[in-house]
């Protein structure tokens, strides 16, 4: 028994896998794409109001996901006018690190300080 021609022909049967499943899925895409392409013709009275209900959506998800990073911005913002710095937390702090660092702060620690000794600080 060969082993060289054991190797050549397992690498060819799998190659030859390989390119039936690529087909396979090529040949599933393709049916696909013009299924969906009979439907549009069929339905073009739909596409007009489908794409303005895909428009609303997506400028509302957009501004919902802007209006959400400002707030959490917003949350780790620190500015301290004792020193006229702003600093950022890593990540928005819970309500009991809140409450912690506002205590601090009034005791007359800087936000620096108090960020960093948390390891809070970005």
Known sequence: MNKENDTIDI???????????????L???????EAGVEYIEEHKELLIPIGVAL?????????????AKEEEEFACKYYDPRTGKTEYA??????????EIERRYQEGESY??????????K
């Open 90 to 99: 890593r990540k928005k702090p819970s309500v009991k690190q809140r409450l």
């Open 27 to 33: 040949d599933w895409c393709k049916d696909r794409v």
């Open 55 to 67: 428009a609303g959506g997506m400028k509302r998800v957009i501004s919902s996901r802007a209006k």
């Open 112 to 121: 620096l300080d108090i960020l960093h000794d948390m390891r809070l600080l």
């Open 11 to 25: 690498r060819e049967f799998k190659r030859e896998a390989l390119k039936r499943k690529v087909k396979e899925k």
